[in-house]
């Protein structure tokens, strides 16, 4: 299983707010390592959604937003529209383990 | 604009070797570092390795060292990832990355070449 632990999936429909949880330990986000969040549409690669923590590439609108606190790390999407339906993984990294950088297991957002 | 592009999947036999390719365009190569992330198809991302803008640092995975080989050639402007000894469990997608060292993210990434290793 994955060093950082997202739900598999989670769902809204469209207007809504959602939230996608990511859960480390003292060893990545708790040690103050950046977290980043990437999207995946099925069938294409995926695309950096939040960088160092809190920011957003140019493009990316400002319905994305992410936090950290501790060992854990959350992704917010408000303004639910069809297109945000997708596989969003978040990634840090990690010195004490066989891989440097790690990623969540990524979590599929289903927009009812 | 940035661009990556990865080529040399392919179907191979368990034991058997590879080399995949990416090539960049639309940025300044020789200053970046660059990863290779996979995808076994249904699953989650998983990274390879990375290499050094200088190929003075190099990175693996421990489920890959001793079989997998990153390289690069600034002056061709590609990356490359050598595979030997390939197993079932390195089926995937194989992606190349630009990588923003020092903050470890990944901010432009290749439509990727799937490797499959069957028998």
């Known amino acids: 299983q994955s060093v950082l632990t997202q739900p598999p999936s989670v769902s809204g429909a469209p207007g809504q707010r959602v939230t996608i949880s990511c859960t480390g330990s003292?060893?990545?986000?708790?040690?103050?390592?950046?977290v980043n969040w990437y999207q995946q549409v099925p069938g294409t690669a995926p695309k950096l959604l939040i960088y160092?923590?809190?920011n957003r590439p140019s493009g990316v609108p400002d319905r994305f937003s992410a936090s950290t606190s501790g060992t854990s790390a959350s992704l917010a999407i408000t303004g639910l529209q069809a297109d945000d339906e997708a596989d969003y993984y978040c990634?840090?990294?990690?010195?004490?383990?066989?891989?440097?950088?790690?990623f969540g297991g990524g979590t599929k957002l289903s927009v009812l | 604009q940035v661009q990556l592009v990865e080529s040399g999947g392919g179907l191979v036999k368990p034991g058997g070797s590879l080399r995949l390719s990416c090539s960049a365009s639309g940025f300044g190569f020789s200053g970046y570092y660059m990863t290779w992330i996979r995808q076994a198809p249904g699953k989650g991302l998983e990274w390879v390795s990375f290499i050094g803008s200088g190929s003075n640092v190099i990175y693996y995975r421990d489920s890959v060292k001793g079989r997998f080989t990153i390289s690069r050639d600034n002056a061709q402007q590609s990356l490359y990832l050598h595979m030997d000894s390939l197993r079932a469990d390195d089926t995937a997608v194989y992606y190349c990355?630009?990588?923003?060292?020092?903050?470890?993210?990944?901010?432009?990434w290749g439509q990727g070449t799937l490797v499959t290793v069957s028998s």
């Open positions: 160092r923590n809190n």
């Open positions: 990634q840090s990294f990690d010195t004490s383990l066989s891989s440097d950088v790690i």
């Open positions: 990355a630009r990588m923003l060292y020092g903050y470890n993210y990944f901010d432009y």
């Open positions: 003292s060893s990545n986000i708790g040690a103050g390592y950046n």
